[in-house]
């Protein structure tokens, strides 16, 4: 017979201080958050709830909707060159670091980390010197590139933008694509190339395709951080994200109807609404993750 | 085994040479920007337009970058803002985390799994979203303007992924241990902290993990405690460039300040940081 068990408190002890924090300072806010955007100020300034009010106000009032366009399309323009530039380079760099012929491999792999250890608030600045008219004709135009104020013109502020927050975050992709080759097994490449097969094709035909988890893992990384990144605009372009709101993220949206700016009030209810559009892009983007390209790929058997 | 040809083995070592210059250009791009900071926060006006890819020379070299920055703002009071706050969420961070990941790989419960699906949600979903909310939330606790309010948040933010990995390497370590110690007459809580030594490993990655994010953070200290007492580095920072950007020394200067903590901070630990990017990878 067993003796009638005492009441796990032990349990709750262990529990308890994680699971408060946790709650009361992430999830509460979060969804007090989505409560929120169902809610305004009525005409004695008494919250009231108004249903989908607040979206559709985003969405279609001009007051609101050319700049919730805006900076939706520039966020996908950020993303895009992210995907484009930072994944592909960061792929190579891997490729490269992982290759046993190379010397000093961590000597590398630690330098090139860098730039991602230091604050965007640094980064943004060293930028904005090297590429302010004052400072570039001499720093750039010594490496033969004529310098133009490309993040104070309209067509280059936001590519410019990018490829900074490109510059910075490369490590990261670098090092998950690093972690998944090294974890290739050696029999395979082996067997490959006593197949005859060579450097280049070993990697697209047999490296490539094993290491493609890696690949859903960095672009849903890439996704959450692009449609949540603020600061580096904050810090190069301030909250009015100029040149005439070119370089206008999410994020700067969110900062400035949350606040306030200039001669316009802040407002709460507002923030809170596109803070829920941002949600909703994040959740979408990390479910289709989830369940169209890891299911996939579980259902291939291609797992590491 | 046929002999290569002497074409291929030539054609291997360009190869060879090829990807080391690679490497090596692509270094240079990583790091040119902080060195040309660096370096120039050394120098007088004249030198940082005229030569700024050149080393200070006893000519050239001037401090007074540096003497604007300590003269103008409290930069001393910004690290030891960023200190409490980074040093306080990382040590709740460890108990709160280390505690909740025993009792979720140690203890058959009731919503066991449930629970630990819900304390990694917060891996995905950035804090930041709930800031409307979690701004009222901190003045109705009375703690808007304070760093504890920085430390609270930054400890809800680091606790997913803490207690996600931590938990799965708890997992793996064997039973007969805590059994032993159990018979042993040791009380549950003996337990915990007896394995604690052993997780060593995880638990360093996972501290360094944090500790980068946190530091570095603009967007809470800018809205949550953005007094001039309560100002971290990166915050002061930002608010001295905003002010002197026409003062190169002192820009370069309070760059160099802000940066060269964490590059020594990244010399020390890049071996957990780099490990810990390259474990959670694989599995």
Request: net charge positive; charged share 10%; glycine share 6%.
């Amino acid at each position: 017979m067993t003796p009638k068990r005492k009441f796990p408190f032990h349990i709750l002890v262990f529990l308890a201080p994680a699971v408060l924090i946790y709650t009361v300072f992430m999830i509460y806010p979060l969804l007090d958050s989505l409560r929120l955007s169902f809610f305004a100020p009525n005409a004695e300034g008494v919250s009231a709830f108004v249903g989908f009010n607040n979206y559709n106000t985003l969405f279609n009032d001009p007051n609101y909707s050319v700049r919730m366009w805006g900076a939706l399309r520039n966020n996908l323009v950020f993303f895009a060159i992210h995907m484009l530039v930072q994944n592909p380079i960061g792929l190579l760099l891997a490729a490269l670091l992982s290759a046993r012929v190379v010397r000093g491999r961590t000597f590398f792999r630690t330098l090139i980390f860098t730039p991602t250890i230091l604050s965007v608030v640094l980064v943004g600045f060293i930028w904005r010197l090297i590429l302010s008219p004052l400072w570039g004709r001499e720093v750039l135009g010594s490496l033969g590139i004529t310098p133009e104020p490309w993040l104070g013109l309209q067509d280059s502020a936001l590519p410019a933008l990018a490829l900074i927050s490109v510059w910075q975050y490369i490590g990261i992709p670098m090092m998950l694509f690093l972690a998944a080759l090294i974890a290739i097994p050696d029999e395979i490449v082996e067997a490959a190339q006593v197949d005859g097969a060579t450097g280049i094709g070993i990697f697209f035909r047999i490296k490539l395709p094993l290491i493609l988890p890696t690949v859903g893992i960095v672009s849903v990384l890439t996704f959450v951080g692009n449609f949540n990144a603020f600061d580096l605009v904050y810090t190069t372009q301030t909250a009015l994200a100029g040149p005439n709101f070119a370089t206008d993220l999410l994020g700067t949206f969110f900062y400035r109807t949350f606040f306030g700016f200039q001669l316009q009030a802040g407002n709460p209810t507002m923030g809170a609404t596109i803070a829920g559009v941002m949600f909703a892009i994040i959740l979408v983007g990390v479910l289709l993750y989830l369940f169209g390209f890891q299911r996939r790929l579980l259902r291939n058997d291609i797992q590491l | 085994m046929i002999k290569p040809a002497p074409f291929a083995a030539a054609s291997r070592t360009l190869q060879l040479i090829g990807m080391h210059v690679l490497l090596i250009a692509y270094t240079c791009v990583a790091l040119f920007p902080v060195v040309l900071v660096v370096l120039n926060s050394f120098k007088a006006r004249n030198a940082i337009f005229r030569t700024p890819y050149a080393f200070p020379t006893a000519e050239t070299f001037s401090l007074v970058g540096y003497e604007t920055v300590f003269e103008r703002a409290a930069f001393p009071s910004y690290f030891l803002n960023s200190l409490i706050v980074t040093v306080g969420a990382l040590v709740l961070i460890f108990f709160a985390g280390t505690m909740a990941a025993h009792a979720l790989a140690e203890y058959k419960f009731p919503g066991n799994t449930f629970l630990g699906l819900y304390l990694a949600l917060g891996i995905m979903v950035p804090i930041r979203l709930g800031t409307v909310s979690l701004l009222r939330l901190i003045v109705t606790l009375d703690l808007a303007d304070t760093l504890l309010a920085l430390i609270l948040v930054y400890t809800a933010m680091g606790l997913p992924l803490a207690v996600f990995v931590l938990s799965q390497f708890m997992r793996q370590i064997p039973r007969d241990l805590k059994d032993a110690a159990r018979v042993d007459g040791a009380s549950e809580y003996r337990i915990y902290w007896l394995i604690l030594p052993l997780i060593r490993p995880a638990l360093g990655t996972v501290m360094v993990f944090n500790m980068i994010p946190i530091w570095n953070d603009l967007w809470f200290p800018l809205i949550l405690a953005p007094s001039e007492a309560n100002k971290t580095v990166t915050l002061g920072a930002q608010t001295f460039l905003g002010q002197f950007v026409n003062d190169w020394n002192a820009v370069l200067a309070s760059l160099t300040l802000s940066a060269v903590p964490v590059i020594i901070l990244y010399i020390l630990f890049s071996r957990q940081l780099i490990r810990g990017l390259t474990a959670g990878a694989v599995k």
